[in-house]
């Protein structure tokens, strides 16, 4: 129904921003990594989610896409609501959560307020397939901190490995600082012993 809201922040609280547009103040639920590059007094843009409940219409409003794709992705996940979505979104950022699903990191999920073992297993298990490109890439890029990761998982799926696998692989393997061609070999001997 609303794909962003943009205005003046008039208001934050705990869990919510409040931004007031030609006169009318839109409350919007979102997390405390938004809330914290947010100001009171300045003109904002939030993207936004509808959720329509028997009796309530809740807004939740994001600082950026990602935030938001990676929210969407969260309720995709049964069991998951938007509470639950909203903590992992305030302990974590949206490309650190993509990297914690994709190395199944349990321990690091379960860390957020309201997420439990089996609710972390069901995200993994579920999302892991659906984390897009793009976010993957940009995951495994800052967890190495060298855009030679994109290009050797690239190449690792040109070579008939999945997606999931090749990243995996070179997220073990990204902090190295080798050259291309020995992150391809190191990431093929591991996934040669999987």
């Known amino acids: 129904m609303y794909e962003y809201i943009s205005g003046k922040l008039d208001n934050t609280g705990e869990d919510y921003i409040v931004i007031d547009v030609t006169g009318i103040g839109y409350k919007l639920f979102t997390s405390q990594n938004t809330i914290k590059i947010m100001r009171k007094g300045d003109m904002v843009k939030a993207y936004t ?4 409940k028997e009796d309530d219409l809740v807004l939740y ?12 992705l969260l309720l995709s996940v049964s069991g998951v609501g938007p509470k639950a979505g909203v903590s992992l979104l305030s302990q974590y950022k949206a490309n650190e959560i993509a990297t914690a699903i994709i190395s199944k990191d349990i321990v690091k999920l379960t860390k957020a307020s309201g997420i439990g073992k089996k609710i972390a297993e ?14 993957a890439i940009a995951a495994v ?5 060298d855009s030679d990761a994109a290009q050797v998982i690239e190449a690792l799926t040109a070579l008939g490995y999945n997606y999931t696998m090749a990243t995996n692989a070179v997220m073990k393997i990204a902090d190295t600082n080798k050259p291309i061609d020995m992150m391809i ?7 040669s012993r999987a």
Not at 122 to 135: A, Q, Y
Not at 185 to 191: F, G, Q, T, V
Request: glycine letters at 8%; a negative charge; charged letters at 40%.
């Open 122 to 135: 069901r995200i993994v298990l579920e999302l892991k397939d659906k984390i897009d490109t793009e976010s």
């Open 61 to 72: 409003g994001f600082a950026d896409r990602d935030e938001l794709h990676m929210f969407k």
């Open 141 to 145: 890029e800052n967890v190495g901190g």
């Open 185 to 191: 070999k190191d990431a093929l001997k591991m996934l």
């Open 49 to 52: 989610h509808l959720i329509v």
